[in-house]
T-cell receptor
Framework: DTGVSQNPRHKITKRGQNVTFRCDPI?????LYWYRQTLGQGPEFLTY??????LEKSRLLSDRFSAERPKGSFSTLEIQRTEQGDSAMYLC??????WGGGTEAFFGQGTRLTVV | SQQGEEDPQALSIQEGENATMNCSYK?????LQWYRQNSGRGLVHLIL?????REKHSGRLRVTLDTSKKSSSLLITASRAADTASYFC????????????FGSGTQLTVLP
């Protein structure tokens, strides 16, 4: 175990191609988050799952972006028709059920996407 | 948009000195968290302070929270070269635990 796992760690793709990233959260965590981070900035929220339900989506998540969490386990984030502006680090995080009472989010190492 | 803003944006100190970073936020909060990020890596949770707490300690870390001023500070005492990283504050403005809103971070460099 052990922590949040993200694959791949790096992805270089040509503009217009589709890419898919995977996140495996900590097994007992029912909450899963996706964030995007560009150089020199803090992470920006993209979307939130509680179990298999996608309960929050940021306005940043355009219709080219789609995320799933089948069976409430791993999650995928797909970007269709990639653009150079999609180049960023995509971070996944998970947290246990009682996060609202004040527990931390556990982050993966991220997937760095470069669109050329 | 970013909820929190860290100050300063960059800080360079000598090993053994203390480092203080500040965070200001805009809306009421349930809790405020501090995270560390080493270059090119994921974020690591450091400490969480609830809105009804004013100060919290964890090892060499001391966090304060002033909800009347909507601000928090992170103090790292007796800094080490290994503390070199970016530090972010994060809040849950809606109190729903459905997302964190991060500031833009403070880049701390500790010189040996």
């Amino acid at each position: 175990d052990t922590g949040v796992s993200q694959n791949p760690r790096h992805k270089i793709t040509k503009r217009g191609q589709n890419v898919t990233f995977r996140c495996d959260p900590i097994s007992e965590h029912n909450r899963l988050y996706w964030y995007r981070q560009t150089l020199g900035q803090g992470p920006e929220f993209l979307t939130y799952f509680q179990n298999e339900a996608q309960l929050e989506k940021s306005r940043l998540l355009s219709d080219r972006f789609s995320a799933e969490r089948p069976k409430g386990s791993f999650s995928t984030l797909e970007i269709q028709r990639t653009e150079q502006g999609d180049s960023a680090m995509y971070l996944c995080a998970s947290s246990p059920r009682n996060w609202g009472g004040g527990t931390e989010a556990f982050f993966g190492q991220g997937t760095r996407l470069t669109v050329v | 948009s970013q909820q929190g803003e860290e100050d300063p944006q960059a800080l360079s100190i000598q090993e053994g000195e203390n480092a203080t970073m500040n965070c200001s936020y805009k809306t009421s909060i349930n809790n405020l968290q501090w995270y560390r990020q080493n270059s090119g890596r994921g974020l690591v949770h450091l400490i969480l302070i609830r809105s009804n707490e004013r100060e919290k300690h964890s090892g060499r870390l001391r966090v304060t929270l002033d909800t009347s001023k909507k601000s928090s500070s992170l103090l790292i005492t007796a800094s080490r070269a290994a503390d070199t990283a970016s530090y972010f504050c994060a809040t849950d403005p809606a109190g729903t635990a459905r997302q964190l809103t991060f500031g833009s971070g403070t880049q701390l460099t500790v010189l040996p």
